[in-house]
């Protein structure tokens, strides 16, 4: 399993972590921003519902990360894999 890479982003001096984490989309390994807060908010949705649960994680990963239009069937899948591996 990938590990968290967490960096350090703040303003103003103040510094906050960023988790980060690497996923393997469509035979590439890309970094997703904020992982942990994209499942917190998913998870406090109470979906059981992989299509909605996958609809909710590339919506919130596409507020910080690019992701192709190409390659959003990719990242769903990708998405909704990891996020069902950390439970």
């Not at 908010?41 to 996958?54: C, P, S």
């Not at 990963?61 to 690019?66: A, I, L, S, T």
Request: net charge negative.
């Amino acid at each position: 399993m990938p590990a968290i890479e967490k960096t350090q982003s703040g303003a103003c001096g103040s510094a906050s972590v960023d988790e980060s984490k690497k996923i393997w989309v469509g035979g590439q390994n890309v970094g997703v921003s904020s992982w942990n807060t994209v499942v917190e908010e998913v998870e406090a949705l109470k979906l059981t519902d992989n299509d909605r649960i996958a609809d909710e994680l590339l919506k919130r990963v596409e507020k910080n990360d690019f992701v192709p239009p190409s390659k959003r069937k990719e990242y769903r899948t990708a998405l909704l894999e990891e996020y069902h591996r950390s439970h």
